[in-house]
């Protein structure tokens, strides 16, 4: 089936350094792929939608200085947060849709982000 | 947009009974409803999705039902064990992403 590897799964940061997060589609093509946070005992909040080759589209209220996203191939996306303070410590999970597809959305295993 | 509401929050059952989490959503455009299954500290999994011109689907103890007059949808777990205990969330896509419910969490009593 269908495998997103996101990494790392957790990242200890001092406040005001950046983070890279990775997403990556094992064996599928992936022309979409989207970015969540959920806080604890929270859902999944989307924050920006990712397409290959072209700039991400965020969703209201998230800013995108602040949460650098690329998606450079069809298999690869990278969420960076800028300058991380405390209030960014969440847990951030990819998901992607494998191009062509109209059902099915893989979800990473989500990285745990603590900013001190 | 597409909002979805999700209930109970929380859940709990004896093992060997059924459980049964409800949602609702908003626009009736959307048009794919997938169920995920989170454990602590990891991803959402997929455990059942349906398609808007689908009413019902089984796979084993899982099963789903759609009613798109009533733009809700409702998960049932039969026979419950204890590996079921987890947060479950709903979901709905509208334009081309998915909204998901607040989540329950349910719990199996041994």
């Known amino acids: 089936g269908a495998v997103v590897s996101q990494h790392p799964s957790w990242v200890i940061c001092k406040s005001g350094t950046s983070v890279k997060i990775e997403c990556r589609s094992l064996?599928?093509?992936?022309?979409?792929m989207f970015w969540y946070r959920q806080f604890p005992k929270q859902s999944l909040m989307l924050m920006a939608t990712?397409?290959?080759?072209?700039?991400?589209?965020?969703e209201q209220g998230v800013e995108k200085d602040k949460f650098l996203i690329n998606h450079a191939s069809l298999t690869l996306s990278t969420l960076t947060v800028t300058s991380a303070h405390p209030e960014d410590s969440s847990f951030y999970i990819c998901?992607?849709?494998?191009?062509?597809?109209?059902?099915?959305?893989?979800f990473g295993s989500g990285t745990r982000l603590t900013v001190v | 947009g597409e909002n979805v509401e999700q209930h109970p929050s929380t859940l709990s059952v004896q093992e060997g009974d059924s459980a049964v989490i409800k949602c609702t959503y908003s626009?009736?455009?959307?048009?794919?409803f997938p169920w995920y299954k989170q454990e602590l500290g990891k991803g959402p999994q997929l455990i059942i999705d349906?398609?808007?011109?689908?009413g019902e689907k089984k796979d084993q103890r899982i099963a789903v039902t759609l009613n798109k007059t009533a733009k809700h949808f409702s998960l049932h777990i039969t026979e419950t064990q204890p590996e079921d205990s987890a947060v479950y969330f709903c979901?709905?896509?509208?334009?081309?992403?998915?909204?998901f419910g607040q989540g329950t969490r349910l719990t199996i009593n041994p």
């Open positions: 990712s397409n290959e080759g072209s700039k991400a589209t965020y």
């Open positions: 349906i398609r808007s011109n689908v």
């Open positions: 626009d009736s455009a959307s048009n794919y």
């Open positions: 998901s992607a849709s494998e191009t062509g597809a109209f059902y099915g959305y893989t």
């Open positions: 979901a709905a896509r509208g334009a081309q992403k998915l909204v």
């Open positions: 064996d599928f093509q992936a022309t979409t």
